[in-house]
């Protein structure tokens, strides 16, 4: 059962704060006593069953804008559930919506007959209509509001319940103990590439408590997207960037989010967004970009983790390179390396690029390979565990003791015995002493010493580049 996060601030003398539902129906007697709400008998457990709206106030300074000298807020309502469920922002740079109205108090009305006195004279005050229109009560803190809508003119104005904008320990209270969101949340991660795995990649650190983000795309949410994708049809045509941006935010909404629609092949441009970044997840689907991004990441000193899918992702990779303590991406994926390893093509675009001109657009078509999300998510999810670990070096964690097993630079999984995992044997999974699909190998690769990109960067070139 979801925690139900409960905040309720209804006087100036009694400030109520339930964090799950069995503190909120344990004190529910007393609640709904000195507020004047209807009894609890008037409410199930399934609370979407009340005739009472909820009003959900998902903006961490919310109060704070209202309190700005002459302001004129839009407040953007967003109606679910049949109109019982709404959630509130405040919407810069636009006209002010005059079905909504609210008031500033020293100290909220402590008598409920007069705040509903007071909220009723102020949707007087505005124009007759047939939509929805809203008042609030606001007091000098974020957690102090009363609001009340009505659908229509010829509906009866209703109190809601308040949920207002969990803090930041309330927020990520499930992960006490494994990983305190203070370890991560001034950490900034560039994901490249936000696509099936790397969305899912951003998505995930969010919910661990990574409060920085750069997010690099420059592609569009396409219909082929959409079913191995985090986004839906909802975001068809949208920039990827700002999809996940909206999803980072609803996971975290005090998350710090630079979206950046390029081609991260762009270098000079690509250097300036990497600078300040404790880490880089490239979850890009051509190797230029890949390569590209590691000489960044060697000139900058930034440690990076590098994602693939093979060939209708019958399994994938992860690459984790800490600049000079270890091996590169070009140590390990070698010229003979990189053209035996057959990518998966998972768009029009992709596949157009990776081919001569000359190839038909109908032969690029049949190239788009089919994968499986559930055979994607074991990759993202093993390069989300790495970044965790990465993240946390050094750190008091629930995820020190991880250090010692990602001691390797590269795993390999399988998801079915095809391509390079054709050999596997049929019984292999219930056996540990022989390969088996579903299973994650590790491999520490050794730095080369006539490797162009790392060794050039030692022998002196680093200075050159950062003076660029």
Known sequence: MNILYYKSYFSEKKNFQFHCLKCFFFNSKQLFSDCGLPSLSHYSVQMGSCKQP??????????????????????????????????????????????????????LPDDKDKADKIAAEMISSLDQSDTLQAAFLVGPKEEQVLAYVTISSSEPLRRAIVLCQPSKSL????????????VLENCKVAVVGLGSGGSHVAIELAKAGVGNFVLVDFDRIELNNIIRHVCGLSDLGRLKTDAIRERILD??????????????NNIQEAREMFKGCDLIIAATDNIRSRLNINDLSLELNITTIYGKC???????EVLRVRPHDGPCFCCVYTQA?????TEEMTNFRQAREANPIYVSDSEVEAMIQVGLSSDILPISNMIVKIALVELTKGKKSGLS??????QAAYYTWANRREQLYAGFPVDGFLRFDQPSILRWYSSQMERKADCKSCQEIEDGNASFFSKQ
């Open 401 to 406: 003791g991880l250090e010692q097993d990602f």
């Open 310 to 316: 093979s060939a209708r992702a019958a399994g994938g």
């Open 251 to 264: 996971k975290n909404p005090f998350a710090n989010i630079v979206c950046r629609n390029t081609n991260i």
């Open 171 to 182: 927020l990520y209270s499930r992960s006490k103990g494994i990983l305190e969101s203070k």
């Open 54 to 107: 909820v009003v959900s106030i998902l903006q961490p300074d919310f109060v704070a804008k209202l309190q700005k000298k002459d302001c004129k807020p839009n407040f953007s309502i967003k109606t679910f559930d049949n109109e019982d469920v709404f959630h509130v922002r405040i919407v810069e740079g636009a006209a002010s919506n005059n079905q909504v109205t609210f008031k500033l108090f020293e100290n």
């Open 337 to 341: 390396m990189v053209e035996a390893s």
